[in-house]
């Protein structure tokens, strides 16, 4: 388990809206190489790790996507927040803002929804690893 200190890591403080910027960072959200597909790879090849060293570095590594996840999540968040119904249609925003209006929600940058097919988690330690270096490679 866990412990959860109520606060980001490192603090995003953005005062201006900028949607266009946030339909391409949500990518890092939700996106095939984003921090939800990071975090949920890391979590769950740790179980099949024979090595418990390296297990707890996955472990360690699953968790950190985590935190990297909450301050994308408040990245896009404020760059999205109290849009005016002009600013959303002349941003482009309004497709994504029709299904979640300003709520956040994980996909890739073209709008295709977060889906666990992203990432993969085989149980060989160097298809795994492979895996993992290749998704980091890309962020």
Request: hydrophobic fraction near 35%; proline fraction near 5%.
């Given at each position: ?6 606060r980001l890591q490192y ?22 190489d984003g921090e ?104």
């Amino acid at each position: 388990m866990w412990n959860y200190e109520k606060r980001l890591q490192y603090p995003v403080k953005i005062t201006q809206t900028n949607p266009q910027i946030a339909q391409v960072i949500i990518s890092q959200y939700g996106g095939p190489d984003g921090e939800l597909a990071a975090s949920m790879r890391y979590l769950a090849q740790r179980y099949t790790m024979p090595y418990n060293t390296v297990a707890g570095v996955l472990t360690d590594i699953g968790t950190e996507e985590l935190a990297h996840f909450e301050m994308i999540c408040a990245i896009v968040y404020q760059l999205t927040r109290n849009l005016t119904p002009e600013e959303i249609k002349e941003s482009g925003f309004d497709k994504y803002y029709v299904d979640h209006t300003l709520a956040l929600w994980p996909q890739a940058a073209g709008g295709i929804p977060f889906n666990a097919c992203e990432f993969q988690s085989k149980g060989d330690v160097i298809t795994d690893l492979t895996e993992d270096m290749a998704a980091d490679a890309t962020c």
